[in-house]
């Protein structure tokens, strides 16, 4: 027994991870139905950033915002740079866009940083606890906390101030919003901003445990995207419960079925919700009017 | 401009002439990626022999005595990377041998087009079977009747044995086997396999598990072996991932012997697995303690060239080394830069070659296809057990430090 939910709790610690980088997706989506391709490089980039202000001997609780701070401008800097010029022209160049953004953050991340995966220190211990037979470390406990607090926090933006009804106003009707006066494009900002925040985040959360180095993302960004998809593009937590049992899922199968099996279920999976609930387990059916 | 235009033929011609007088190795490998510590550590080793062996004036054929002039080319660990290397390394003319490379994928996708020109290459460190065990003969088809391809390095075959040796040594039972999914992960499981058989059929192998590369919880696969009651784990795979495997293990609280190949002993093993490394085995050719003068003043010059106080793989730069020096030993006997000559002096090496693993007499001999160990200069007295212990690599036995300081003579 203690078997199953040691596999499940290490599988859902990772599936936590896949959530944050899916919420990051969603944000993005929710409002401009846009996706930036080259959001795993967002992730690596701010981990590979973090990991160089860890080197010039900045405390860790500094090395976070700023971070956080880089992944804000790099968000905003791929929706002025790949996406806002495809969205006025109605076009769908942002695809194209952010893909060649991904690909220019990861080969400047091999000549800046080099191919080399690196520890990345961290002051939280990775020394295992345990309890009830279960192992786990602090480091995974933080990363579930810092998922949750980040998910948490821009939700909470999202519905309790002026801006964030903005947010959701865009998110429901852009046009409608546009009439009562809100600005699209401002907020379409916004949300790349948030977006390169969560990405910071993740990556911040995770590169101890990866190891910092350019391809450290491609595994994980690949699972992420069908978390977001499998939950629906605008499903908001829903991500984390998909994330979750994705997590565990994979764990599982790799143990009963075999450890070459690995991925295959998540796979399945995200066969048979595209095909029974195109729009998520979570998402809500879009009515259009033509 | 006619003063630049002269300036830049006289350019050419003086190297031309300088080329002419100089002896052109490749050094091929990983420097980049998960292998890199391999891979640099190799060429570094290799570098330090070339710099000292042009310092003393160069190679001696006949009356002159020429430069070694070094080719570098980065594999990436990828095995298209090494094939496109290979091609472009085949079509120079004037070059005289291919030493290197980590990965044997990258041996498997590369070595034919070298051999299909018979340009000499000395494989090292690249352990895995297969880069040797394509040429032999086999039941659908003979093997290669001339080759060019050495192998400088403890051959997996070799390694598997001493793995399982240690395992029933320490009366272990029951035992799980993990590796990775590349060609060198799943030969290495074929090898081991093997090897139990041929051992007496003495572990039972409880589990069999595998991983990818980049992968970093590894639960599932360590629950498995837990599972089963494994009482140590066998292992074939590179740093990182071997990483996540030993901090998996601290982290189930699976408390067993890690035995493996010498990719443990990967300085991003070392690094990534910090304290979980410690007591995990694995078969060494070189342990970076100065346990001769020779050594001594080898570790020193590495330590000293690349300013670090920690070789990333000593192996690497140990067989890197060594491997030159015989290269060079060869070039020697065969009086002559051109590569088929230099083939046939490997294979009947006069002159003892006193390097840091060993003192080699004979490494290599005529190419047989029925019998692999002609080209393979390892045998099982060349390896010793090695144990990782605060972010070193030492002795796991210390009477094989009084063996190895003997066969240094």
Request: aromatic share 8%; hydrophobic share 50%; with cysteine.
């Amino acid at each position: 027994m203690s078997v199953i939910v040691q596999l499940v709790v290490s599988g859902a610690l990772m599936g936590m991870v896949y959530a944050l980088i899916a919420y990051g997706f969603q944000l993005t989506y929710s409002t401009s139905k846009s996706i930036n391709f080259g959001q795993g490089e967002l992730v690596m980039l701010s981990a590979f950033v973090s990991l160089s202000l860890i080197n010039t001997g900045l405390p860790y609780w500094l090395v976070v915002p700023g971070g956080l701070l880089f992944g804000v401008l790099l968000g905003l800097f791929v929706e002025r740079a790949a996406v806002r010029l495809a969205l006025e022209q109605k076009g769908e160049g942002w695809i194209l866009l952010t893909v060649i953004f991904g690909l220019l953050g990861f080969s400047a991340a091999e000549n800046i940083w080099g191919r080399d995966d690196r520890p990345f220190p961290t002051p939280v211990p990775s020394d295992p606890m345990h309890f009830f037979g279960i192992g786990i470390t602090p480091l995974e406990i933080s990363v579930a906390i810092g998922v949750l607090a980040v998910m948490g926090m821009v939700e909470l933006f999202k519905r309790k101030t002026l801006l964030g009804k903005a947010f959701e106003a865009v998110s429901a009707d852009r046009d409608a919003a546009g009439l009562m006066g809100v600005s699209a494009t401002r907020i379409i900002m916004l949300s790349y901003g948030l977006s390169g925040l969560v990405a910071a985040m993740a990556g911040i959360l995770v590169a101890p445990i990866t190891t910092v180095g350019p391809t450290m993302a491609s595994a994980l960004i690949l699972k992420a995207f069908s978390v977001a998809v499998v939950a629906g593009l605008d499903s908001g937590f829903g991500v984390v419960v998909v994330g979750l049992f994705l997590g565990a899922l994979e764990s599982l199968a790799s143990f009963y079925i075999g450890s070459g099996w690995r991925e295959a279920p998540g796979l399945i999976l995200l066969i048979m919700a595209l095909a029974l609930r195109p729009n998520g387990v979570f998402g809500k059916a879009s009515i259009r009017k033509v | 401009m006619k003063n630049t235009l002269l300036a830049s033929l006289l350019c050419i011609a003086a190297t031309q002439v300088y080329a002419g007088d100089t002896l052109k190795i490749a050094i091929t490998g990983p420097f980049s990626g998960g292998s890199a510590p391999m891979g640099t550590s190799m060429r570094d080793g290799a570098k330090l022999a070339i710099a000292e062996i042009n310092a003393a004036g160069g190679v001696s054929v006949g009356k002159t005595k020429m430069k070694i002039e070094v080719v570098e080319r980065d594999d990436e660990g990828k095995n298209d990377r090494g094939a496109l290397i290979a091609q472009e390394l085949a079509s120079m003319d004037d070059l005289s041998g291919v030493i290197g490379t980590v990965n044997t994928g990258v041996v498997l996708a590369g070595d034919k087009h070298l051999q299909e020109k018979g340009i000499t290459r000395i494989i090292t460190p690249a352990a895995g079977s297969a880069s040797m065990t394509q040429w032999v003969n086999k039941a659908d088809k003979p093997g290669a009747k001339d080759l060019s391809i050495f192998r400088f390095a403890a051959h997996d075959g070799i390694q598997a044995a001493m793995v399982v040796e240690d395992a029933i040594k320490r009366k272990f039972t029951k035992v799980a086997l993990l590796h990775d999914s590349t060609n060198y992960g799943v030969s290495g499981r074929d090898d081991l396999l093997d090897q139990i058989k041929k051992q007496g059929d003495k572990l039972e192998v409880v589990a069999t598990e595998k991983f990818n590369i980049g992968d970093k919880d590894m639960t599932a696969q360590l629950l498995s072996a837990k599972a089963k009651g494994a009482q140590a784990i066998l292992i074939w795979g590179i740093g990182p991932e071997l990483a996540a495997v030993a901090n998996g293990m601290a982290k189930n609280g699976l408390k067993v012997p890690l035995i493996g190949g010498w990719t443990l002993s990967m300085s991003n093993f070392i690094d990534n697995a910090g304290s979980n490394g410690n007591g995990t085995l694995m078969p060494q050719t070189f342990i970076e303690e100065p346990i001769t003068p020779r050594v001594k003043s080898f570790i020193e010059s590495y330590h000293k060239a690349y300013g670090v106080t920690r070789i990333p793989s000593p192996v690497s730069a140990a067989q890197g080394y060594d491997a030159v020096l015989i290269f060079a030993a060869a070039v020697t006997q065969a009086q002559s830069t051109d590569t088929h000559k230099i083939k046939d002096a490997l294979e009947d090496l006069k002159a003892p070659v006193k390097g840091v693993i060993a003192t080699w007499k004979q490494p290599f001999s005529k190419w047989d296809p029925a019998n692999v160990q002609t080209h393979e200069a390892f045998r099982r007295e060349q390896a010793v057990m090695g144990m990782v212990s605060d972010g070193r690599v030492v002795f796991a036995d210390s009477a094989d430090r009084a063996r190895l300081v003997k066969s240094m003579k």
